[in-house]
């Protein structure tokens, strides 16, 4: 089982590329939604924060996790 090791300062320096690749692989072979959802939260943020540009970043695989994946408690969201 590959582990994804990224720091919090990877995810806030990568290029979206690399991140977009790393990530890919990452979900195919191991398939942990949890993951990859707070990963996503955090380049969210890393958006907000900064110039670089996360919109539609890995578009089909959010759409894979929030539409056909069980729901877990990474995936809600509370008010």
Known sequence: MTEL?????????????????????YYEETHDE???VK??????VREELCDADFSYFLKE?????FLKTK?????????
């Open 5 to 25: 090791h990224l720091t919090a300062n990877q995810i806030f320096t990568l290029k979206r590329k690399t991140l977009e690749k790393r990530l890919m692989a």
């Open 39 to 44: 990963i996503m939260i955090a380049l969210q």
């Open 61 to 65: 695989l959010v759409r894979h996790l």
């Open 34 to 36: 949890n993951k990859i």
């Open 71 to 79: 729901s877990t408690r990474a995936l809600i969201c509370y008010p």
